[in-house]
Structures are given as structure tokens and as C-alpha cells.
């Protein structure tokens, strides 16, 4: 009993996502392909496995900023509807591979409209990948329109999240450099589709601290915190290692306010120094609602199967744990409480018992 699981074992589980970037998650051979389809001649090198060990060192640089620098060359080759619907169905199919059932992933459509594209021919180019994806691969993947922080394009993409809720967006997020770009910045946006009955979650508390987080949650009004790993900065631990939360961390804790950690992206940002003092381990142990997610797929040379291999590597854990973790994502998706409660007790839950029975054997 309790053997370590190994990578194998976690791909065989049900898994769900909530944090994935369209546009952190390409295969480097289909970069290099893009690239030479649209005449892009700025690649770091054209040979897909330096490609993806380029995306990953040139991330790992320990800012944010820098970080997202590396984004220049994803965006920059997927600029027609045939290059997105593309890059979408591989994403479905990455993650259908992995063993993921339920993904949410996000991409900011202003950022692809170098061609000429309309927003809502961006939309539905990547729609139609998801969707074939999705029934090809056994996954269900919603998507999430993501306005960029330091633009002023978000009422549009608020109105575009809105437009398209009933073909598969499923939510509005705001991304790119925290510090300098708060949430308020965009409190029209929150409160018009606060109005309109619409779900969102707000990248806070990675680049940026507590202010960040309190304004996504207070002023704005976010569902989800995308990281809000930054929360740990109101836990304090007393000489014994006992904790106390200041008034934020208790609201968010008593909430249930989802929290979409992504590990080895905060490492990759310096927003946290391995995955041993990793928050995770203290805001799991305090019953946060707290999920696990990849983040940038390419950039951190990961999949949601690793990120769990990591998490059993560096705190022992076993099935409950991610059983815990999954539900928890699936809990804190933006579909419907019958969909998502279909997928616990009919995908979810029976998938675990049934690794668990084997382990027990
Ligand atoms: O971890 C992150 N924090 C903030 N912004 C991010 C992160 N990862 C990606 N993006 C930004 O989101 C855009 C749309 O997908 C990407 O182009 C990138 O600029
Ligand atoms: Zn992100």
C-alpha cells in the first residue's frame, strides 16, 4: 500500500484544468511548421527540440516580465483562422492524451489580429478546434477570452465573452505584467459582466501581492484567482510553525475562493523557489480551495499529469490528494452545476475508485 505513483499512474487518472494558455501550450514542431507557413523568420531555431528547451530556459529567468517575452514568438505564428484552429485542436489533444477531461483554456483574442482578423473570427477559429478536439479526443474544453492587463481593449473582450457564452466561452480573465496594471484598471469590464450574470477569474497575486488579490476579490468581484499564490504573504507562522490568517486570507479561505496554482510557472517567475516551499503544501493542509494547473505547457516543459508527479515527489502525495485536487478544479469550473457535478460523479469519481481498487490489490 501506498507505493509512490508514479508519472504512468497519474496520466491514467481523470484530471481537470482550469489555468492553460492557448499560446503557452504549442508543440515546438508546430511553432517551426507556423513559423514557415507565414513567412515568420524571427524563431530562436527552427529544430523543435532546441525550440522547446529555448521556450524553457528563456523563461526560466525569474521575472514575469521576462517571462512573457517569450510569448512574442507563440503569438507571433498564430495569426490566421487556420493557425488557431490548429493550435486549438492540438491542445485538446495534448490534454485528451494526459488524461485531462475537463480543461478551461484561455488566449487573448486582440493579440491575434495582425492579418486582419476580426476578434470574432479569432473566437470562432479557436472554437472550432476545441470542439472538434474535444469529441476527437475525449475531453471537454471551454474557453476562457482574456483581455491583457496593460491594453484597453477589455470591455470589448468582456462583450465578446458575453457574445459567445452559449458556444463554448465560458469566462473573461485578465493576464500579462501584474505589477504597475491592477485589476481596478479594468472595473468596468468586471462590473459589466457582473451585470450580465458572467464568470470570471483575474490573474492576481503572482507577479504582484496581497493589494493585487484584494482588488480582483473586493473590488471586482473575480470567482477565481489565477495563482493568488501570493495569499501565503497573509499567513504568518507562529516559532512553532502554528499559523494565523490575516482577514484576507480568512475571507478568501472561507469563501472557497478557487485558487489556480501553478507550480513549476511560479518557480519559472520567482513567485515561489521550488516545489518543496511551494505554498501549495500549507494552503492545502489549510483546506484552501486549491487546484493544480499547468499554466504554459510549452514554457514550463509540463503537462497536468507532471505537475501532480511533482506534488507526489515533493509531499508525498497519494490518490486522495489528487482526488481532492481534481474535484476541487471540477468544483470551481465556469459550466453549469449539473454538468459539472455530472462529471464528479460519473468521471471523476469512478476513475479514482478504480485506480484506488487497483493500488489495493
Ligand atoms: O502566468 C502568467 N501571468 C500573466 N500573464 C500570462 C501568464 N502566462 C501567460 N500570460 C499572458 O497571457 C496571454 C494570453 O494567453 C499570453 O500572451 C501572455 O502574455
Ligand atoms: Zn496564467
Known amino acids: 500500500m501506498n507505493e509512490r505513483l508514479t508519472l504512468d499512474d497519474i496520466r491514467r487518472a481523470p484530471k481537470v484544468l482550469l489555468h492553460d494558455h492557448l499560446d503557452g501550450g504549442l508543440r515546438p514542431e508546430t511553432v517551426v511548421d507556423l513559423a514557415r507557413e507565414a513567412g515568420y523568420a524571427d524563431l530562436p531555431s527552427t529544430d523543435p527540440a532546441a525550440l522547446g528547451t529555448w521556450f524553457e530556459e528563456a523563461a526560466n529567468s525569474g521575472s514575469l516580465e521576462r517571462y512573457l517575452e517569450t510569448f512574442s514568438h507563440t503569438v507571433g505564428v498564430m495569426q490566421s483562422a487556420e493557425a488557431l484552429t490548429r493550435v486549438a485542436y492540438e491542445c485538446a489533444e495534448d490534454l485528451g492524451r494526459d488524461g485531462v477531461v475537463y480543461a478551461e483554456v484561455r488566449f487573448a483574442p486582440e493579440l491575434h489580429t495582425r492579418t486582419g482578423l476580426s ?34 481593449r477589455s470591455m470589448e473582450i468582456a462583450e465578446l465573452a458575453v457574445r459567445y457564452r452559449d458556444q463554448g466561452v465560458v469566462g473573461f480573465d485578465i493576464a500579462g505584467a501584474e505589477a504597475g496594471y491592477p485589476p481596478t484598471r479594468h472595473l468596468d469590464a468586471f462590473e459589466y459582466l457582473q451585470r450580465e450574470n458572467a464568470h470570471f477569474t483575474i490573474h492576481a497575486g503572482e507577479g504582484f501581492g ?9 473590488w471586482c468581484g473575480a470567482d477565481r484567482l489565477g495563482h493568488g499564490v501570493r495569499i501565503i504573504d497573509d499567513i504568518e507562522l507562529d516559532g512553532d510553525g502554528l499559523p494565523t490568517l490575516g ?20 518557480i519559472q517567475t520567482g513567485a515561489a523557489k521550488s516545489i518543496a516551499e511551494h505554498p501549495i503544501g500549507l494552503l492545502r493542509q489549510l483546506d484552501f480551495r486549491v487546484t493544480v494547473n499547468t499554466d504554459n505547457r510549452l514554457m514550463s516543459g509540463t503537462s497536468v499529469s507532471e505537475e501532480f508527479a511533482k506534488l507526489v515527489d515533493a509531499f508525498g502525495y497519494g490518490w486522495d490528494d489528487l482526488q481532492w485536487l481534481t474535484v476541487n478544479a471540477m468544483k470551481s469550473a465556469f459550466i453549469s452545476f449539473p454538468e459539472r457535478l455530472e462529471l464528479i460523479n460519473r468521471v471523476i469519481k469512478p476513475g479514482f475508485a478504480e485506480l484506488k481498487a487497483e493500488q489495493a490489490d
Open 247 to 266: 482577514r484576507l486570507a480568512s475571507y478568501v479561505r472561507d469563501k472557497r475562493i478557487p485558487l489556480e496554482l501553478c507550480p513549476t510557472s511560479n
Open 119 to 152: 476578434l470574432e473570427q479569432i473566437v470562432e477559429a479557436v472554437l472550432d478546434g476545441f470542439a472538434r478536439g474535444g469529441r476527437d479526443h475525449g475531453i471537454r474544453v471551454g474557453t476562457l477570452v482574456t483581455a491583457m492587463r496593460h491594453q484597453a
Open 210 to 218: 496581497l493589494p493585487s488579490i484584494w482588488q480582483a476579490i473586493q
